[in-house]
C-alpha cells in the first residue's frame, strides 16, 4: 500500500466492526454463515482460485463489499470471508500461497502499528485466524507483511523493507531463507520512502515472469526510479508504466486513491478501481492491452482507500 503516517489511525478504525447485523443478514442470504470458511483438503483440479475477505470489511463497508461481490459472482469467482480478523488488510496478515501450493504464515509485526497499545491489539493473531479457518500453515518467524509479496513463475519481488524490519538476519541468510519458504528467486526492489509499510504491491506488479507493470517512472522520485531501474537492467525485466496521482486531501490524509496497480486479480479476472479521472481510461486501455485474455472490471473503492489501501490490500487469493 502506498500511504503514510496517518494509516496508523485508519488501521485501528478499520477493525472496529460498525454493522454486524448487516454482515450477518448477507451471511445468511448466501448461506455462507456457519460453513467452514477454508477447507484445506479439498481437491481443485482446475487450480481454480477464490477470493477470502475479512468479515469486518462487510461490517464497515457493507455496499463496497456488495460491489465487490456481484462482480466476482458475475465471472463466477468463488469467495468466502475469513473469522477472527482485527481489520480488513487481510493481505498482510494471511499466510503466503507458494507456487507448490504450501502456506507460509510469516511473524506479522510490522514496525508501522508498534508504539502504542492500540495499535499493538489491531494486530490479528495469526495462528487464532489459522484455527479458526482450518488453514495448515508453516509458520516462520521472518516478520513480513503479505502485501510485500508478489509472486509469479519462479520469482517473488519484495521491497527492501524486509532487512528494517528483520534486524537480526543477515541480508544474505535473509533472502536464502525467504527463498527456501516461498519456492522462488527472490527480487528486491526499493521501498517507497513516503509509504509507512513499505508494501511492493502499492509500486508494482507482475504480468508474467520477465515483465512487471507499476507507477509511473517519471512520476515518481528520482531515487526510487533509478533503484528500479537497476532492478529492471538486472533481471531484464520489461517494465510497463501506469499512470498515478496522489490524493491531496486534508481529511482523509492516508489516502490511497490514485493507486491503480493495487488492484485484484483472480483466474482470468482483474478488479481495477477507477477514480473518475481522466487517468482512469489511460489505466484501463493500458491493461487491456497488457492482459488480452483477461477480463477487466472496475469498481469504485474510494470509500476503503480513503483508509489507506485497495484491492489487492482488501483480499486474499488462493487456490
Known sequence: MRITFGLLIGIIVCFISTDAA?????????????????????????????VYLSELLMDKYPETCKNLITILEKHHVKYSFIKGTKDIWCRDYMPVQTESGKFIQFRYEPSYLKGKKEWEDSRSDMKEVCRLNNIDATFSNINLDGGNVLICDGRAILSDRIFSENPDYKKDSLINELSKLLECEIIIIPAQKADMTGHADGMVRFVDRNTILGNDRAKESQKWAKGIQKVI????????????????????????????????????????PIFNRDEDN???????????????????YNDVAKEGGLLNCTTWVVR
Open 282 to 300: 489511460q489505466v484501463l486501455e493500458i491493461l487491456q492491452r497488457t492482459f488480452p485474455n483477461k477480463k477487466i472490471e472496475t469498481i469504485d
Open 22 to 50: 448487516t454482515s450477518n443478514e448477507f451471511y445468511k442470504k448466501n448461506n455462507l454463515i456457519n460453513e467452514p470458511m477454508f477447507e484445506m483438503k479439498d481437491k481443485n483440479p482446475h487450480n481454480e482460485q477464490t
Open 233 to 272: 537492467d538486472q533481471y531484464k525485466f520489461t517494465y510497463i508504466d501506469i499512470p498515478f496521482f496522489e490524493d491531496k486531501d486534508r481529511k482523509h490524509p492516508i489516502s490511497a486513491i490514485g493507486i491503480y496497480v493495487n488492484y485484484l486479480e483472480v483466474n482470468d479476472l482483474i478488479v481495477v
